[in-house]
């Protein structure tokens, strides 16, 4: 069944006026996926293995600043993409055989877009390929629009904040259903695949992240391991899950038995400084002043802060921009909807989803309770 379109067409009118763009060329797989629904693309969005140039068999999408969207694939992908993507202007060409930029020329010309000005993706498109394209339309101007392209998809749509909202929710229940059935003895592997068979059976179409336990302070990223848990284990967790295209991405923080003072002054310090940079984070402010904002929270708790990343907007793919780091130059904008992930040490990091409006962020991933450190196994 064919895909609901969420293009955000005021943006994308809105970055073509100020580029002064008669069309966009797509080959990116998120921009690619955003601009036509292909299952192609989707598919790579979310394993995140497509190439970052083209290649003999990957789609490209026309968008002209007025009328339907053109999507060029191989003669071997069109019945899938005629089955399950948005857009209904599909062209084709013969994989490994014919260029899928020659097609894409075509595509344009038949358009009348042969003279055209047009906005393209400088971090995904080859050299050669760029050169094609160029030596194909030599009446055409390109102009990069990586970061337009970016800003666009950033400011999320109603149907965008629903479906992100639900695989929110979806995510929290298989990491609480997870977090509830752990005890001394289980090994992080079975909790953690215990958080992704949850995820699948509430209609995720992929999941992944990891589990760890231990007693020290800083637990890694290095992954999920046979480690058992113990009483007195703080747990930390990351997983990004997909539905319908989109990610939730979420992290929670648990112990199993009874919290220690420590361990409970460390949460409460997490959730406050969390709490603090959520109020400042209103539409207009620069990401890197959130960035800031949360380094000041933590400095006022009596902690430092050296985490290089606070979080980062989710759309197509978990590590979109803005980044909410001291380089980002994008300001946050709204209905921007931001993984917000302030770390004390990696033991202590809480990732929530949080939509950016006027007046400060909202809690989008509200299912999980987390005002209290989350304790497994009952008490000893």
């Not at 020329?105 to 000005?117: C, I, L, M, N, Q």
């Not at 392209?149 to 979806?170: F, H, N, Q, V, Y």
Request: aromatic letters at 8%; hydrophobic letters at 40%.
């Amino acid at each position: 069944m064919p895909k609901l379109n969420y293009v955000n067409t005021q943006a994308l009118q809105a970055a073509m006026a100020a580029l002064g763009l008669d069309a966009l060329v797509a080959n990116s797989s998120k921009n690619v996926f955003y601009y036509s629904g292909s299952p192609t693309a989707r598919v790579h969005v979310r394993n995140r293995s497509w190439p970052r140039t083209t290649g003999p068999v990957m789609p490209l999408v026309l968008v002209p600043k007025e009328g339907l969207n053109a999507l060029v694939v191989s003669h071997l992908d069109e019945p899938a993409h005629r089955e399950d993507a948005w857009v209904v202007d599909i062209r084709t060409f013969k994989a490994f055989t014919e260029s899928p930029i020659s097609a894409l020329v075509k595509t344009a010309t038949d358009r009348g877009f042969g003279r055209a000005r047009f906005g393209y993706e400088a971090d995904a498109m080859s050299a050669a390929e760029f050169a094609e394209l160029k030596h194909a339309l030599p009446s055409a101007e390109f102009v990069p629009a990586d970061e337009k392209m970016e800003w666009i998809r950033s400011i999320k749509t109603p149907g965008e904040l629903a479906l992100m909202k639900r695989a929110a929710d979806l995510t929290d229940d298989a990491i609480l259903e997870a977090f509830t059935s752990a005890r001394v003895g289980d090994t992080e592997w079975e909790i953690h695949s215990r958080v992704i068979a949850g995820v699948m059976a509430r209609d995720g179409e992929y999941c992944r992240g990891l589990f760890q336990a231990g007693s020290s302070n800083d637990l890694s990223f290095g992954g999920t391991g046979q480690k058992r848990l113990e009483w007195g284990d703080i747990i930390h967790i990351d997983y990004a899950a997909y539905f319908d295209g989109y990610p939730a991405n979420l992290s929670r923080v648990g112990v199993m038995g009874q919290p220690s003072r420590e361990q409970e002054q460390r949460y409460a310090d997490l959730l406050g400084v969390e709490h603090e940079v959520m109020a400042f984070m209103k539409s207009g402010v620069a990401a890197r002043d959130v960035f800031w904002c949360c380094r000041e929270a933590f400095k006022k708790r009596g902690h430092t802060h050296t985490a290089a990343i606070v979080g980062h907007n989710l759309g197509l793919g978990y590590h979109d921009r803005p980044m909410v780091t001291d380089a980002e130059t994008m300001p946050l904008e709204t209905n921007n909807v931001v993984a917000l992930e302030p770390v004390l040490v990696w033991a202590y990091h809480i990732q929530d989803q949080v939509v950016v409006t006027p007046t400060g962020g909202v809690l989008q991933s509200d299912k999980f309770d987390t005002s209290r450190l989350f304790v497994m196994g009952g008490t000893r």
